[in-house]
């Protein structure tokens, strides 16, 4: 299992918003795009898919932009990537009429590996994100002391 690109700048413009969400300011997509290196026009693609899917909200106007539609510690990495990636819950019943033993194998061991990471996924949060990413700073700020 890979992170799609798209999954990533989703989670980096995200993780952006989280940062600046005590501010109450919307960011705009050239102020993210720049700071979190991703293209403006894919960007403007992936807000727009997550905004249908109610994890940012946009504001219009000459001081308009995007804000995250919740707090950041109520936006599971699940919500995320099951509205960018559009996945089903792993909650899906293994086929009926099985093929052969060694499909529904296959089919039974890949349910539960889903389940596993919508599992994980739902642990974590932006908020848990953020934190991480600080913490990831302070340690780096150390070692040039």
Do not use: F
């Amino acid at each position: 299992m890979e992170l799609s690109c798209k999954t990533e700048y989703a989670l980096l413009a995200l993780v952006e918003l989280a940062t600046h969400h005590n501010t109450g300011t919307p960011l705009q997509i050239r102020q993210i795009a720049t700071e979190q290196d991703i293209p403006d026009r894919y960007l403007e693609q992936l807000l727009a898919t997550l905004r249908r899917a109610g994890v940012v909200k946009s504001q219009r106007g000459a001081k308009g932009g995007y804000l995250l539609a919740r707090e950041p510690w109520k936006i599971t990495l699940w919500d995320i990537i099951s509205s960018i990636e559009g996945l089903d819950s792993p909650q899906q019943s293994v086929d009926e009429n099985p093929k052969s033993a060694e499909s529904t194998v296959v089919a039974e061991v890949w349910q539960e590996a889903r389940h596993a990471a919508e599992s994980v996924l739902q642990r974590y949060t932006l908020q848990d994100l953020t934190e991480k990413r600080d913490a990831r700073q302070q340690r780096n700020i150390m070692y040039y002391i």
